[in-house]
């Protein structure tokens, strides 16, 4: 991996599905996140990601933030579990930085966000869906790859996939070692692939966001 002289903050980042990303794009990456992450593969702080942002994302290249989805999850919905929203102050917090950013959130979330893009699992080659969206500010704009056909069914939850399916890595799904071989994700745990944002969609993101770079130096 060479790196190209750019570093990301990436806010909220949990296990480092992004930030693993963002590294293979070539970038230096730094984490954030308000609980421990002993799996991070990069150097990370423990701290509250909006403090972070508006203390120090000016510092940064690029920001990267998921905001916790749970708030708009049809799960805990239906649990009646209260979470914060934060992606109106992460994104008030990201527009003072004066940087190009992007927030990632879940498709339930997409009438908080702006304009978003979809990117589905599929169409980077694996064996489940899992969309993603992500929105894109402070200058920095992103055309969404071709989305590829949802043709193969999906292997009810918590069962091993099924010859000719795809898989559902939510919950207490089936096949861990499975999981982190089609997701290029070997260091985390269960829970942290069942809410990770899959490295090939970062570094899908990272390389958008270097050209564009190098676009507006030119």
Not at 11 to 31: E, I, K, N, P, T
Not at 109 to 123: D, F, G, Q, R
Not at 188 to 214: N, Q, V
Request: glycine share 8%; aromatic share 10%.
């Amino acid at each position: 991996m060479l790196w190209n002289g750019l570093r990301v903050l990436d806010l909220f980042c949990c296990q480092g599905g992004a930030s693993m990303g963002y590294r293979l794009a070539g970038f230096d990456v730094v984490g954030v996140d308000l609980s421990p992450q002993p799996r991070y593969p990069f150097r990370f702080v423990q701290a509250d990601a909006v403090s972070v942002v508006r203390e120090h994302g000016a510092d940064f290249d690029f920001i990267h933030a998921s905001p916790p989805c749970q708030r708009y999850s049809l799960a805990q919905r239906i649990q009646n579990r209260e979470h914060p929203d934060l992606i109106g102050p992460i994104r008030e917090a990201l527009e003072a930085t004066g940087r190009p950013w992007v927030i990632e959130n879940v498709e339930e979330a997409v009438a908080e966000l702006h304009s978003p893009v979809t990117l589905c699992a599929a169409t980077f080659g694996m064996r489940t869906y899992r969309h993603r969206l992500f929105e894109t500010g402070g200058g920095f704009t992103l055309a969404p790859p071709l989305h590829q056909p949802h043709t193969a069914p999906l292997t009810k939850m918590g069962r091993p996939r099924a010859e000719g399916h795809f898989a559902h890595y939510v919950g207490n799904f089936s096949g861990v070692q499975d999981a982190r071989n089609d997701m290029h994700v070997p260091w985390m745990s269960r829970d942290g692939i069942r809410e990770c944002i899959p490295p090939a969609y970062t570094k899908y993101i990272g390389s958008a966001l270097y050209a564009s770079l190098l676009e507006v130096a030119a």
